[in-house]
């Protein structure tokens, strides 16, 4: 999902941005109700970083942490 944002941001040269925020800094000041949805946008997509961040970590310690050969062994 960030990767595709990213992409889509960078193709257009820098000239889009993220829709929710423009539509955050436009209208969310003033309606509540769009305000409301913003922020769960933002904070499911924090959510969804945190979670993808951390799957990562954890793979990365798995391989790390693998079982060892033990080359002495006979």
Known sequence: MFG???????TSGWTKGCPVATV???VAASNEAIREVCS?????WEHTAVRT???QRDRRIGR???PRMDTDAR
């Open 24 to 26: 955050a800094l436009d």
């Open 4 to 10: 595709a944002l990213g992409d889509r941001m960078e």
């Open 53 to 55: 961040v951390r799957a």
């Open 64 to 66: 790390d942490c693998g």
């Open 40 to 44: 769960t946008v933002y904070t499911d």
